[in-house]
């Protein structure tokens, strides 16, 4: 198959701290892999970097003959343009992985993310949006701070979780000078944090859970994912909140979780792939964030799971192809979850969604594909 991979290239940012510029230059590894990894399974692959202009270098492209790999997070150095990429995809009449503009734009937004997962009954942490230069808390302390529509944990930090009005105000003061933007204020949500893998469109399946552990930090208001422990190596945030995959559940609450994932990337209309943060208090699941679109890094979450699952990197960057052309309705092989699928119905067990180890080592050719 024909496909283009797709990536943004950034130079500085607009707005933020000088180091959240290593979250938006990590689509070149993202890309490097992925490109690899397609061209492993015999696709044709070429590889589109953008920067300040998307129109051209695609028009070289018959969009009936390719495929976009998306990778591109943004446009001219701005992450609030991801939406319009799609729409020039769509004007230009390209087929592409992942979700559409509506769902990216809805997900920036995490305010309007959230009144979704409430309006479909979905356990979410109550909120409010706070802009300048009035501050009207209706929510108790403690409290969650964070930019409203940034994502990868930009502005996160261990000040960010709030006690009383003199840190609400310090960090809402951060949130506006830093991103220029209105900042998303929730109840804090104290417990096991998961992170969510699903696959899938019509009959989406959930991989194995992977969870962040806190063990190591005693207090639990500093227990949080912040920037620095996302991306920042060398940093005590990044040691002390290592991931176990899989995670330690019960069946009954991996069974909790798995559908309460499923349930949200079906309500903001993730297609694909994606991955769904939550937290668990008192056996509730609450959605933390819904990720469409989300990091491809062999060493990020989604390639974490799939590997858990019995996935090399190269057959989960396969299978987001195929799911997309299976979308697309192009001739192209199955997916492989669809495969299984129509296998657990002829062996009467259709309906479990999360996938057993052995559900992806049908084809000998892919499992001989290093990650």
């Given at each position: 198959?024909k496909?283009?991979?797709?990536y ?15 979250a ?8 490097d ?5 397609l061209?492993?399974?015999g696709?044709q692959v070429?590889s ?7 129109w ?10 390719w ?5 591109c997070e943004?446009i001219?150095?701005?992450t609030?343009l991801?939406?319009y990429v799609?729409?020039?995809y ?5 087929r592409?992985t992942?979700s ?10 995490k ?11 979905i356990?979410t942490?109550?909120?409010?949006v ?5 501050v ?6 403690p409290l969650?701070?964070?930019?409203v529509?940034e994502?990868a944990?930009l ?6 979780v709030?006690?009383?009005?003199r840190e609400l105000?310090q ?5 506006w000078d830093t991103?220029?933007?209105?900042a998303?204020v929730?109840?804090f949500?104290s417990g ?6 699903v ?7 959930v ?8 063990k190591q ?5 500093a227990?949080?994912?912040?920037f ?5 190596e060398?940093?005590d ?14 069946d009954?609450?991996r069974d909790k979780?798995?559908e309460?994932?499923?349930a ?5 209309g993730?297609?694909?792939?994606g991955r769904v943060d ?9 959605v ?5 679109n989300a ?9 974490r799971?799939?590997?858990v ?10 299978e987001?192809v195929?799911?997309a052309?299976?979308?697309y309705?192009?001739?192209e092989?199955?997916?492989?979850i ?8 002829r062996?009467g067990?259709?309906?479990v ?19």
């Amino acid at each position: 198959m024909k496909i283009l991979v797709v990536y943004n290239v950034v130079d500085l940012l607009d707005k933020g701290q000088p180091d959240d510029l290593l979250a938006e230059q990590e689509t070149k590894i993202v890309e490097d892999a992925v490109a690899s990894s397609l061209r492993s399974f015999g696709h044709q692959v070429v590889s589109v970097p953008i920067r300040h202009e998307l129109w051209e270098p695609l028009r070289e492209f018959d969009p009936n003959e390719w495929l976009i790999f998306n990778l591109c997070e943004s446009i001219r150095d701005k992450t609030y343009l991801e939406p319009y990429v799609i729409s020039v995809y769509e004007y230009l009449h390209f087929r592409y992985t992942g979700s559409n503009r509506l769902t990216l734009a809805t997900c920036l937004n995490k305010a309007r993310a959230k009144e979704i997962l409430k309006a479909h009954g979905i356990p979410t942490a109550p909120f409010q949006v706070i802009g300048p230069p009035t501050v009207r808390r209706q929510l108790d302390f403690p409290l969650f701070v964070k930019p409203v529509a940034e994502d990868a944990s930009l502005g996160i930090t261990l000040d960010s979780v709030v006690e009383n009005e003199r840190e609400l105000r310090q960090q809402l003061r951060f949130i506006w000078d830093t991103y220029r933007q209105p900042a998303l204020v929730e109840s804090f949500i104290s417990g096991r944090e998961f992170n969510v893998t699903v696959l899938g469109n019509d009959n989406p399946r959930v991989l194995p859970l992977s969870e962040i552990n806190f063990k190591q930090i005693p207090d639990p208001k500093a227990r949080i994912v912040t920037f620095k422990g996302k991306w920042i190596e060398e940093s005590d945030d990044y040691k002390y909140t290592q991931v176990i995959s899989p995670a330690k559940v019960t069946d009954s609450l991996r069974d909790k979780i798995s559908e309460v994932a499923v349930a949200a990337y079906r309500a903001l209309g993730v297609r694909d792939y994606g991955r769904v943060d939550l937290r668990v208090m008192n056996g509730v699941p609450y959605v933390l964030e819904v990720n469409p679109n989300a990091d491809l890094s062999p060493d990020a979450g989604i390639a974490r799971a799939a590997r858990v699952a019995g996935m090399s990197y190269a057959m989960l960057a396969d299978e987001i192809v195929r799911l997309a052309a299976h979308r697309y309705r192009l001739k192209e092989p199955r997916p492989r979850i669809i495969s299984l699928r129509l296998k657990q119905r002829r062996e009467g067990m259709d309906g479990v969604r999360s996938i057993p180890v052995s559900a992806f080592k049908t084809e000998k050719r892919a499992l001989n594909v290093a990650a």
